[in-house]
Structure formats: C-alpha cells, structure tokens
C-alpha cells in the first residue's frame, strides 16, 4: 500500500522569502505525484502532478516541484512566497494498481508573516 | 473547468439520524470518492466508486455506506450518525486513468449533535 509523509506540521516564512515544503512517499512502482493546496474552509485545489517524464514540474501561482526516485520525495518549492499563499498544503500519491485512488499525507499548515 | 458539486456547505444533524452527503460532477468522470479531513490526520478516504454501482471500501468505511446509481451523482449515507463522525467531508472526482488528478467540491462541515 502507499503512504505519504509529509514531516512538516506547519512553517512559517516571511512574504519574499523561499518556500520549500517537503514530501516523502512509499510505493512499490513510479506513482503518481500530486500537490494540492487548502485555504481555509475550502475544498482542494491541485497545484501540480507528475507522472511521467521530466522531474521537475510546474504548477499554477508560481509553484514546482521536483520529482526525486532515489529520496522517494516529490518537494514543493516557490522562490518568493506572497501573503495570498498561506494556507494548507497536502501532498498525495496515486496508485496505478488501485483504480488511481488518492492517498495525502496529513498536510503542512504555511502562515505567511508580513 | 471540472466542477464538482455537493449539496450541503454546512450540516447539523442529531445522534442516530439516517444522513445523505450528496456529489454531483459534470465531467463525465468514472472514478468518485469520499474523503473525511479531521485536523491533524489529514484526509482519509472512506468509500470510492470506479462505475456505476461499483464501490471499494476506503481505509476507513466503517459507519457508512455509499451510493453510486448515475455516473455523474454518488451518496455518502450514514446509517445512524454518531458524534465521532462530527468532521469535514470532501468528495472528489477524476477520469478512469487518474492522471490529472481528483477534483474535490467544496466540502460538507457535518456536526453530529
């Protein structure tokens, strides 16, 4: 079965500043590789994916990714984080065996200070 | 855009009550899903649904049960509502293959009072 860590509960970063998020998951074959991200009382939106082919991904708002096989980690990076980016992020895995179903790791909460 | 749909934002309901969630999506997707999100655990997905009248337990389905009739509408129903199913409910939606990802509605904040 596939797992997903994600090892941060929650950072906080100042508005300009880099922002890496990280993710590390657990699966048998190449899976799918999602990042999603939650505003407050909101559903989820998807910022990225990777599949297939080149490992490092772009995304909407300014954000990528970059896969890595041999970390078994899928990190989610933005070189200038703006106020409008605090919110919760997940990262998920699909299986290719199980009818593409999701599993999320249990999220990283970002706060954004001024 | 995908867009998927479910019927409540907000919902109370009493102890022992027969509730229905319900998720619409309008593009066609053959996989449906429901998640439950609770703070600090992150989203679990109870039921999924891959066709019509086709469903697969989640990791964790126990007090609920699901309802896939039409392709576009699947039910989440749980039989006799308990405070401990007090919690958000995302239902998602994607295409057979998976590979642009699930597209989630707006969630259903149930309390169990």
């Known amino acids: 079965a596939q797992s997903v860590t994600q090892p941060d509960i929650h950072i906080t970063v100042s508005e300009g500043a880099s922002l890496e998020l990280r993710c590390n998951y657990s699966?048998?074959?190449?899976?799918?590789l999602f990042w999603y991200v939650q505003s407050p009382g909101q559903g989820l939106q998807l910022l990225l994916k990777y599949f297939s082919g080149d490992t490092l991904v772009q995304g909407i708002k300014g954000f990528e990714a970059e896969f890595k096989r041999s970390q078994s980690s899928f990190n989610l990076r933005k070189p200038s984080v703006h106020w409008s980016d605090a919110a919760e992020y997940f990262c998920a895995v699909g299986a290719r065996g199980s009818n593409y179903k999701l599993t999320f790791g249990k999220g990283t909460l970002l706060t954004v200070n001024p | 855009d995908v867009k998927v749909t479910q019927s409540s934002r907000y919902l109370v309901k009493r102890t022992g009550e027969k509730v229905f969630l319900e998720c619409v999506q309008d593009?066609?997707?053959?996989?449906m899903f429901w998640y439950r999100q609770d703070p600090g655990l992150g989203l679990r997905l109870i039921y999924f649904s891959y066709d019509v009248k086709m469903k697969e337990k989640g990791d964790i389905p126990e007090g609920y049960s699901v309802s896939r009739e039409k392709k576009e509408r699947f039910s989440l129903i749980l039989e006799s509502a308990s405070t401990n199913q007090t919690s958000m409910y995302l239902c998602a939606s994607s295409s057979l293959a998976g590979v642009f990802g699930a597209f989630f509605g707006q969630g259903t904040r149930l309390t169990v009072v």
């Open positions: 593009m066609d997707h053959e996989n």
């Open positions: 699966y048998g074959a190449t899976p799918y």
